[in-house]
C-alpha cells in the first residue's frame, strides 16, 4: 500500500507540505496524503489586519482548502479536529473518538494569543488570528463610533474615541497605522457630531521601541511613520490591567488608567494546545511558550516519523536564536518535510533543515512601511512597494491576488475602506427596547 502521510493544520506549513507531496520522481511510491483541519479554509494571516480595518473582505484573503488542492488527487480533505495523538500507535485521534492512522504525521497547528497568565482579559482585549477576531474587531471599532456619534456625555465620547493597541509588533504596528488612517482619512466628514480625526489610537510597547526584533534605526523610521498617522506610542510601558472600561499602564513607577472602550491585543503568542499533546506521548521538551523542541529534521525525539512544523516548533539548531513564528519559515519547513519523507522512503538520509531568510518587512500605512532584505535596509514608499508585491506573491488563488489588488488600488485612490460592515450584535451594543 502506498506510504500514508497526515497533516493536521492547513496553514502555511501543512498546505505547503501537500503541495510539495504531489511531486515525485520516476519509481517512486504516490505518496497518499490527508489535510486535516478544523476549519474548511486556508488564511493568509499577514493580511488579517486589513479585515480587522474594514480594508478587505474575509473571501478576499482565505480560500476553501478543498479548492486550492482540487488537482491533486493524492490528497484527501478532512474537516475535522484532532485533539489526541498515538505517537506509539502511528495515529492521531479526531474529536468524535475515530482515529486515522499514518506512516508519517506533519503537526502544523501554530499559535494563538497569549495574555502571560491574564486570561480574563481576553473579553476585554481580542486578539488577531482568525476571521471570527478580525471581524470581531472590525464590529468594535466601528460601533465605537457609532456610539460617541449619539452619546450626550463628553468623557464618555472621548473614551470611545480612544483605541488601544498593545504590542508594539508588527501587528500592533499595522493595526495602529490602519486605525490611524481610519481616523483620519477614511472616515472624515462621515460623521455630524463627532470628528473621528479627535480619535485618539495609542500603540504600548513594553520595552524600549517599536519592532523590538528589527535593526534600531527601522525601528526608529516605523515610529516616526506611525506618529504622523497621529498615533501616540508608549514605549518602556507594561499594561497590568484591562477592563471593558479602561486600560491599566505602568511606566516606571509611574501608574496611570487610560479610559477606553477598545482594546487590541498583539502583544504574545502561546502555541496550539497539541504541543501540550505531543508531550504527553513523546516526552517532548517545550519551550516556555508552549512549542515543541524538534531535532535538526524538525522530527520529535524518538520518533523520526513524527514532525512539527512552523510556530508549533522551536527549532534552534545551526542559529543565534530560535526561529520566529512567521510564514516563510512555515513554507520552508514545510517544503521541507516532504523532501525528508521522499528521501526516508528511498533509504537515504536528509541534511539538516537551513532556514534562508529572505528579510523582514511591516507596513504603517500608505506608502508607509519598513523592510530588511539581507543588508539592505528600506523605509517608506520603496519599502511599501515591496511588501505589496510579496504579500500578492504568496496569497492564495490567483482570483484573491486580483481582487486584492484591484481593491488596494480603489483604497489608495479614494482613500476609502469599503467593508465598513457591523455585523454580529454583540452584548456590549445598545439595543433598543423591543429588539
Known amino acids: 500500500m502506498d506510504p500514508h502521510v497526515v ?20 519509481g517512486e511510491p ?5 489535510l486535516i483541519d478544523r476549519r474548511n479554509h486556508h488564511l493568509f494571516q499577514p493580511l488579517l489586519y486589513q479585515v480587522a480595518t474594514a480594508g478587505l473582505s474575509p473571501g478576499n484573503i482565505a480560500a476553501p482548502l478543498r479548492g486550492i488542492l482540487r488537482g491533486q488527487k493524492n490528497v484527501q480533505v478532512l474537516m475535522a479536529e484532532v485533539v489526541n495523538l498515538d505517537a506509539p500507535g502511528n495515529a492521531v485521534i479526531l474529536a468524535d473518538g475515530s482515529r486515522i492512522g499514518y506512516d508519517y504525521l506533519i503537526i502544523a497547528t501554530g499559535a494563538s494569543h497569549s495574555y502571560f497568565g491574564n486570561d480574563q482579559w481576553a473579553a476585554d482585549a481580542p486578539g488577531l488570528k482568525t476571521l471570527e477576531d478580525a471581524l470581531e474587531i472590525r464590529r468594535r471599532v466601528l460601533l465605537a463610533y457609532e456610539q460617541a456619534e449619539r452619546t450626550e456625555d463628553p468623557a464618555e465620547r472621548e473614551a470611545l474615541l480612544t483605541f488601544v493597541v498593545i504590542g508594539g509588533g508588527p501587528t500592533g504596528l499595522e493595526l495602529a497605522g490602519a486605525l490611524g488612517e481610519m481616523a483620519h482619512l477614511t472616515l472624515r466628514e462621515n460623521f455630524r457630531r463627532i470628528d473621528p480625526a479627535e480619535a485618539k489610537i495609542i500603540l504600548i510597547e513594553g520595552v524600549d521601541r517599536l519592532l523590538p526584533p ?3 534605526d527601522l525601528s526608529a523610521k516605523a515610529e516616526e511613520m506611525v506618529t504622523r498617522l497621529g498615533v501616540t506610542v508608549l514605549t518602556k510601558t507594561r499594561v497590568t490591567g484591562v477592563t471593558d472600561r479602561y486600560v491599566t499602564v505602568s511606566t516606571g513607577e509611574s501608574t496611570r488608567e487610560i479610559p477606553c472602550r477598545t482594546v487590541l491585543w498583539a502583544a504574545g503568542v502561546q502555541a496550539s494546545p497539541l504541543g501540550k499533546v505531543v508531550q504527553s506521548q513523546t516526552g517532548a521538551e517545550l519551550d516556555r511558550v508552549g512549542r515543541v523542541i524538534v531535532e535538526p529534521d524538525l522530527s520529535v525525539v524518538g520518533f ?3 514532525f512539527v512544523i512552523g510556530d508549533l516548533a522551536q527549532f534552534a539548531h545551526g542559529v543565534e536564536r530560535p526561529l520566529p513564528g512567521v510564514a516563510p519559515v512555515a513554507m520552508q519547513q514545510g517544503k ?14 536528509p541534511e539538516m533543515f537551513r532556514y534562508h531568510d529572505k528579510g523582514s518587512m511591516a507596513t504603517i500605512g500608505r506608502a508607509a512601511a519598513v523592510a530588511q532584505i539581507g ?5 517608506g514608499y520603496l ?8 504579500h500578492l506573491l504568496y496569497l492564495a488563488g490567483f482570483d484573491n491576488r486580483m481582487l486584492v489588488f484591484l481593491q ?28
Not at 504516490?30 to 490527508?34: A, D, E, Y
Open 408 to 435: 488596494w488600488l480603489w483604497n489608495y485612490f479614494t482613500y476609502t475602506r469599503g467593508v465598513r460592515l457591523i455585523v454580529n450584535r454583540g452584548i456590549n451594543e445598545p439595543r433598543e427596547k423591543g429588539k
Open 30 to 34: 504516490t505518496i497518499r496524503v490527508t
Open 214 to 216: 528589527y535593526p534600531p
Open 304 to 306: 523520526p516519523n513524527l
Open 375 to 379: 543588508r539592505w535596509k528600506l523605509s
Open 336 to 349: 521541507y518535510v516532504a523532501e525528508v519523507i521522499r528521501e526516508r522512503l528511498a533509504g537515504t538520509s
Open 7 to 26: 497533516i493536521v493544520g492547513g496553514g502555511f506549513g501543512g498546505l505547503y507540505a501537500a503541495k510539495a507531496l504531489l511531486k515525485h520522481k520516476p
Open 383 to 390: 519599502a511599501w512597494l515591496s511588501w505589496l508585491f510579496i
